[in-house]
């Protein structure tokens, strides 16, 4: 099983960014692909973004973020990131990530909250 942390939520003005990073302890997270999802008060989570195993080379987007995030890892320092720019107040909500296994993602995070104001 992986642990993960998420971190680098905050209080942002609209059009402003923020850097998200997701850390894992108890297993390599080179091995796996990755995924960033949120979750808004009253709604379902939503797909955010993923990204491929080892180099990362392929990546996905929500078609919500797509343009304005981009999702990296860093293999070195077992931790996975979203940069997030041109927020929208539309965009508050509490971020977490979690692995990606052969039946779904699990191995999710406590989450990291982002809120954008207007």
């Known amino acids: 099983q992986v642990q993960l942390v998420e971190s680098g939520g905050g209080l942002v003005q609209a059009g402003g960014s923020l850097r998200l990073s997701c850390t894992a302890s108890?297993?390599?997270?080179?091995?796996?692909?990755m995924g960033w999802f949120r979750q808004a008060p009253g709604k379902e989570r939503e797909f955010v973004a993923d990204?491929?195993?080892?180099?990362?080379?392929?990546?996905v987007y929500g078609p919500s973020v797509k343009g304005r995030f981009t999702i990296s890892r860093d293999n070195a320092k077992n931790t996975v990131y979203l940069q997030m720019n041109s927020l929208k107040p539309e965009d508050t909500a509490v971020y977490y990530c979690?692995?990606?296994?052969?039946?779904?993602?699990?191995?999710w995070g406590q989450g990291t909250q982002g809120t954008v104001s207007s």
């Open positions: 979690a692995r990606k296994g052969v039946t779904g993602y699990g191995d």
């Open positions: 990204i491929s195993a080892w180099t990362g080379g392929s990546a």
């Open positions: 108890g297993r390599t997270l080179s091995f796996y692909a």
